[in-house]
């Protein structure tokens, strides 16, 4: 029995420290940019509609104190390789070309990317508690399935990569934009609201449950990620049987 307190002890004491690393992962939703900048915030979505509701995103980008994106509506179209592409437009007051000491305005966009692996408007086959994946820039995409990343030729089709676009009604490419960096995530929430089909998706570094669609690394299928609540509650568990223990033995 003696060796089984120790152990156990030993064991609670790891899932104490990973209680407190997990917890401040499972919390995270600020995103990062490829040049150190930073993306958080979420969007309402309806599956029946295939449109989005309404969206808050705030991001360190494009000068002036950084970008806010806050509205109704917003685009979605699929990318050529089949992904959904969501585009997310806000005029920015304090950037674009100073004029008489003050700055003109101009209007920025956040492309959010999702990972459909093959799975057609993936986003359509949301879950309450599951994920998915956002894809990272144009290294992303196979050269065979998305020949132009970063284009929005009628011609070839649109090919955007998730991040922020400047001033996008006067100036389009990769001098113009900047790229999130990779493993991002998509959670999905359903908050009560009987007979409605919309869901609030929240920008994380963490998936939860199942990642729908596609996998941003393996291009297709789903997978199963660490339920946040399930990990926490064993950690907890174990803390909790241990220090119950040490304090009997006091």
């Given at each position: 029995m003696k060796m089984f307190w120790q152990l156990l002890g030993k064991t609670a004491v790891?899932?104490?420290?990973?209680?407190?690393?997990?917890?401040?992962?499972?919390?995270?939703d600020t995103l990062s940019f490829t040049n150190g900048g930073t993306a958080t915030g979420s969007f309402v979505y309806d599956a029946t509609t295939d449109t989005i509701v309404?969206?808050?995103?705030?991001?360190?980008?494009?000068?002036?104190?950084?970008?806010?994106?806050?509205?109704?509506?917003?685009?979605?179209?699929?990318n050529q390789d089949g992904d959904q592409?969501?585009?997310?437009?806000?005029?920015?007051?304090?950037?674009?070309?100073?004029?008489?000491?003050?700055?003109?305005g101009q209007t920025d966009e956040l492309d959010i990317v999702v990972s459909c692996g093959g799975v057609t408007d993936c986003l359509t086959e949301a879950v309450d508690g599951d994920s998915f994946a956002i894809?990272?820039?144009?290294?992303?995409?196979?050269?065979?399935?998305?020949p132009n990343p970063g284009t929005t030729s009628l011609t070839t089709g649109y090919c955007l990569a998730s991040g922020e676009q400047f001033d996008?009604?006067?100036?389009?490419?990769?001098?113009?934009?900047?790229?999130l960096t990779g493993n991002?995530?998509?959670?999905?929430?359903?908050?009560p609201s009987p007979g409605d089909t919309?869901?609030?998706?929240?920008?994380?570094?963490?998936?939860?449950?199942?990642?729908?669609?596609?996998?941003?690394n393996t291009g297709g299928g789903s997978t199963t990620?660490?339920?946040?609540?399930?990990?926490?509650?064993?950690?907890l568990g174990l803390c909790g049987l241990f220090f119950l223990r040490r304090a009997r033995t006091a």
């Open positions: 790891a899932a104490c420290a990973m209680l407190v690393l997990f917890a401040g992962s499972a919390l995270a309404s969206f808050d995103f705030t991001t360190t980008e494009g000068g002036g104190g950084g970008s806010t994106f806050v509205g109704t509506g917003g685009i979605i179209f699929t592409a969501l585009a997310f437009d806000s005029f920015q007051p304090n950037q674009g070309p100073v004029v008489n000491g003050s700055p003109i894809t990272s820039g144009p290294n992303n995409y196979p050269s065979t399935t998305c996008v009604l006067n100036c389009l490419g990769s001098s113009c934009s900047v790229l991002n995530f998509l959670t999905i929430a359903d908050p919309l869901y609030t998706m929240t920008l994380s570094t963490t998936a939860v449950g199942t990642v729908l669609g596609g996998n941003q990620a660490p339920e946040p609540s399930s990990m926490l509650m064993l950690s």
